[in-house]
């Protein structure tokens, strides 16, 4: 069947979610949890629902469904804000760490009993000294047994792949979409459309 064009864009949809799925990977190591995934998934609201209204002839009430976008938008600019305090706060901290190593913001376990359990086993070495999160300490030995370094790397990296993502995930609905209706009458007539039954079933004609 000559059905290419709708089969491109649900191998394109799939496609950018990979990207999106990757480049979150790494931004979670530059940037944190929280941030990555508010902006990532507000974006994926954001601009999904707005291609996906339009993609549908504009079928939905505009004042019912814009107004909740509006809402993941404002959430997009207030993460980047958080971002921006994060990375200011990690500068301070790093900056701090020589003062904060000498005093020795941690605590070595107490009980011998888990000393014996608790070891070093990377390194082999005697009780594992917990510093406490948040600190200069906890930022340096999440660095070392992290496999993404980012010590010395701009963390505006990692806000660009987080904006990455976000786009990648909103082109992923309606990929899948144009993919089942054929929007832009890329079929020819009486060529079937791809039907979405689940997420267990791959996409059949129709």
Request: proline share 4%; aromatic share 10%.
């Given at each position: 069947m ?18 999106g ?15 990555v995934e ?16 339009f ?5 939905n ?45 941690g605590?070595?376990?107490p ?12 390194n082999?070495?005697?009780p ?14 999440l ?64």
């Amino acid at each position: 069947m000559d059905n290419w064009s709708s089969v491109l864009f649900a191998m394109a949809g799939g496609v950018v979610l990979s990207l999106g799925n990757l480049s979150t990977q790494y931004a979670w190591a530059f940037v944190g949890l929280s941030v990555v995934e508010v902006i990532s998934s507000s974006m994926t609201v954001v601009i999904g629902t707005t291609l996906n209204y339009f993609l549908d002839g504009k079928i939905n009430k505009a004042e019912i469904l814009f107004p909740g976008v509006g809402c993941f938008l404002v959430a997009v600019c207030l993460a980047s804000a958080v971002h921006s305090s994060n990375a200011a706060d990690y500068k301070a901290k790093l900056s701090s760490w020589p003062i904060d190593n000498e005093t020795g913001k941690g605590t070595v376990l107490p009980s011998a009993s888990e000393e014996a359990v608790l070891k070093d086993r990377e390194n082999g070495g005697g009780p594992i000294r917990k510093a406490k999160a948040g600190t200069a300490t906890f930022l340096i030995e999440l660095e070392k047994r992290r496999s993404i370094k980012v010590f010395g790397k701009s963390m505006f990296i990692g806000l660009t792949l987080t904006f990455f993502a976000g786009v990648c995930f909103s082109l992923f609905s309606p990929a899948f979409n144009l993919a089942t209706n054929d929007q832009w009458h890329t079929l020819k007539q009486g060529v079937p459309k791809l039907l979405w039954e689940s997420p267990n079933r791959p996409l059949r004609p129709i």
